[in-house]
């Protein structure tokens, strides 16, 4: 007897047949396509480095967040969670346009900063009453996908990739970053 028919008889012996049995044997492996062209990437990254600025420190662009976030949202994310994320890049970008009569791409840094303040507010609101905000998802994903990345948590965090001794308490001194 094999290892997979071996899984395969005890799953249906547990029970598990009534959930397919495939999918413990097939694993994860999603066949959905990327919904998001690389102009939406690229728009993405627009808007995560509005998000996470590049300073003394790398910006959510450099860590290639609008990448991260395109293939979170595919790989993760239900069918109308991804409408509301794609309907919602077309809708920042046509605010710029009405506000500032060009597209997100080609406003200035302070445009884009005071236009996402605004959507920001109008998110929190919304996500109260409504439910999830399309900016809040890109916000949320700005912000896991920057600090998951190798620039967040090597050059932004404090980074310790092989911890000594287990310490519960460390002073802490304001203004020092966070672990990763």
Same mark, same amino acid.
């Given at each position: 007897?094999?290892?997979?028919?071996?899984?395969?008889?005890?799953?249906?012996?547990?029970?598990?047949? #009534?959930?397919?049995?495939?999918?413990?044997?097939?694993?994860?492996?999603? !066949?959905?396509?990327?919904?998001?062209?690389?102009? !939406?990437?690229? #728009?993405?990254?627009?808007?995560?480095?509005?998000?996470?600025?590049?300073?003394?420190? @790398?910006?959510?662009?450099?860590?290639?967040?609008?990448?991260?976030?395109?293939?979170?949202?595919?790989?993760?994310?239900?069918?109308?969670?991804?409408?509301?994320?794609?309907?919602?890049?077309?809708?920042?970008?046509?605010?710029?346009?009405?506000?500032?009569?060009?597209?997100?791409?080609?406003?200035?840094?302070?445009?884009?900063?005071?236009?996402?303040?605004?959507?920001?507010?109008?998110?929190?609101?919304?996500?109260?009453? *409504?439910?999830?905000?399309?900016?809040?998802?890109? %916000?949320?994903?700005?912000? #896991?996908?920057?600090?998951?990345?190798?620039?967040?948590?090597?050059?932004?965090?404090?980074?310790?990739?092989? @911890?000594?001794?287990? *310490?519960?308490?460390? @002073?802490?001194? %304001?203004?020092?970053?966070?672990?990763?």
């Amino acid at each position: 007897m094999t290892r997979r028919e071996l899984i395969k008889n005890i799953t249906i012996l547990t029970g598990a047949a #009534f959930l397919g049995a495939d999918l413990f044997l097939v694993g994860c492996k999603s !066949d959905r396509g990327n919904n998001f062209a690389v102009s !939406d990437i690229t #728009f993405l990254d627009e808007v995560a480095e509005t998000i996470i600025p590049k300073t003394n420190t @790398p910006g959510a662009k450099e860590a290639e967040t609008g990448k991260f976030i395109a293939s979170y949202v595919t790989d993760c994310y239900s069918d109308s969670d991804q409408k509301i994320m794609q309907d919602g890049l077309v809708q920042l970008n046509e605010r710029a346009t009405n506000k500032y009569d060009s597209s997100f791409m080609e406003i200035t840094k302070e445009q884009k900063q005071e236009l996402l303040t605004v959507i920001d507010a109008e998110a929190k609101k919304h996500d109260q009453k *409504e439910g999830m905000h399309y900016f809040t998802m890109i %916000k949320q994903l700005t912000l #896991f996908g920057y600090f998951t990345s190798e620039i967040g948590a090597t050059q932004v965090l404090r980074y310790n990739p092989v @911890p000594g001794k287990y *310490e519960g308490c460390i @002073p802490y001194k %304001k203004g020092e970053t966070s672990w990763a």
